[in-house]
């Protein structure tokens, strides 16, 4: 009970953005730990702690990069850990926290509600626990469901339906969170004919990569049908919807473009189709193949790490620079060149604050990832292009790899786990933590313009 108290003095003080990078990096060390249990490994198979570590930092940011294999180093107890630390990383560690604090009958204060806040990047702390509680649903349902259909299916693949609804689980919340992990060390290459189970994927990725508020939203619209009420949907949903279809649909048909004379040569139209659609969902974060993307030529994989590095939308399993920061990026591209000095979008403008900080999220993540790929690419044994793949898979928590991962040195993977939790936390909670407290400026200087461009 002292410890428990002399704690809460402790970090009384903390902001409440260092209290939930402490949290994450708490669920890191304790994760680590538990996958370095026993119990948790196969008959006569050791694992070190930095590959313990990095294990659960890929999980804990649901990233999905390996240096071991998933399916030869776990039990099904390991398995069974490693799912719950996936749920806390898709989820959010407060969500869960809240989750757990409604269950024990806790009342959630107004500390936990900016800690909510912060994790699931609201701006108000209005609605924050029913929000919360209505994530956990939905996702867990999906979850749920997603199971249920691919255990089905996969009894058909498996011999026995305990093997064939624990891959289907797994897989289910693996697509899910937008881990990427897999059970066959072959990713999803086995389904690359099966359009059922394909469609199953890229339906729960989209579930963990659209963001969690518009899930809400789309749950509340089809509860308020019958209502006389006209329901409204925020100027994040219609944002993030129309910008995730659009890198969606554009990305779905560059993937075709930059591989219609190599890849897809001899591939039928519905193959094309699938491969490209597939590949342009999985690149928002969720890092499930249903092929070697060594197969793509050198432009395509080029093109799949940009979009890595865009990610999902805020407010979801995704890391990258999120889908909303593109967007604002490129309409004030747009407004800029035709000379407007404000962003209007769906009858409503943007804030000021909200575009420097886009411009802010994008410069810092550009920066981080070229000094990242810089770094990588004296220390470690790979091509230019590998080190860059590799780089915006785990900065945008996504988990596609040429290969590069499994080979990694002890400090390669110790750069790449502190990229994963940054593309997990965010670049702007990231920030946060340095920025000092805000303070009324005493003195004022002439302005000047300065040439720029």
């Known amino acids: 009970m002292r410890t428990f108290k002399k704690i809460q003095l402790k970090t009384k003080g903390l902001s409440t953005i260092q209290l939930i990078v402490i949290f994450y990096f708490s669920a890191l060390v304790i994760s680590t730990l538990l996958l370095k249990i026993p119990m948790a490994h196969r008959e006569n198979v050791s694992l070190s702690f930095i590959d313990a570590m990095f ?109 064939a609804f624990k891959h289907g689980f797994f897989a289910s919340i693996s697509a899910t969170t937008n881990a990427g992990f897999d059970l066959t060390n072959k990713s999803l290459s086995s389904f690359s004919g099966d359009y059922f189970v394909q469609t199953v994927i890229i339906l729960l990725m989209i579930v963990g990569a659209i963001g969690f ?111 909303t920061t593109f967007a604002i990026i490129i309409l004030s591209i747009i407004y800029y060149a035709q000379g407007k000095s404000s962003i209007k979008v769906f009858r409503r403008e943007l804030l000021s ?35 860059i793949f590799e780089v915006s898979s785990a900065f945008g928590t996504n988990g596609l790899s040429l290969g590069l991962t499994p080979r990694l040195s002890t400090f390669g993977q110790i750069l790449i786990i502190i990229l994963m939790f940054i593309g997990r936390v965010g670049i702007v909670t990231c920030l946060l933590i340095l920025r000092g407290k805000s303070s009324k400026e005493k003195i004022k200087y002439p302005k000047e313009k300065v040439p720029i461009g």
């Open 55 to 163: 294990t659960s930092a890929s999980a804990i940011s649901v990233t999905g990069l390996s240096v071991i294999s998933i399916k030869d180093t776990f039990s099904n107890f390991g398995i069974f850990l490693l799912c719950l630390i996936l749920q806390l990383g898709g989820l959010g560690v407060m969500s869960l926290s809240t989750f757990l604090w409604i269950m024990l009958g806790k009342k959630v204060g107004l500390k936990e509600r900016q800690l909510i806040m912060i994790d699931q990047n609201q701006s108000n702390l209005s609605g924050l626990v029913q929000l919360a509680k209505r994530i956990l649903i939905i996702f867990i349902s999906f979850e749920f469901v997603g199971g249920i259909i691919l255990g089905i299916r996969f009894l058909e693949y498996h011999e026995g339906t305990l093997s």
């Open 353 to 387: 604050e909200d575009v420097l900080k886009s411009f802010i999220v994008i410069t810092t993540a550009a920066l981080l990832c070229l000094f990242s790929i810089l770094v990588l690419s004296i220390t470690e044994n790979g091509t230019v292009l590998e080190v």
């Open 213 to 323: 508020p518009v899930m809400v939203e789309v749950y509340e619209f089809f509860i308020n049908l019958n209502s006389r009420k006209k329901f409204h949907f925020s100027l994040f949903t219609k944002l993030t919807t129309i910008t995730f279809v659009f890198l969606t649909v554009v990305g779905a048909l560059f993937i075709y473009i930059f591989d219609s004379q190599h890849f897809f040569i001899n591939k039928s139209w519905h193959e094309s189709f699938f491969y490209s659609l597939f590949n342009s969902v999985t690149t928002k974060s969720a890092g499930l193949a249903t092929m070697d993307i060594n197969d793509f030529t050198p432009s395509n994989q080029l093109f799949l790490s940009i979009l890595m590095f865009i990610g999902g939308s805020p407010s979801s399993a995704s890391g990258g620079i999120r889908t």
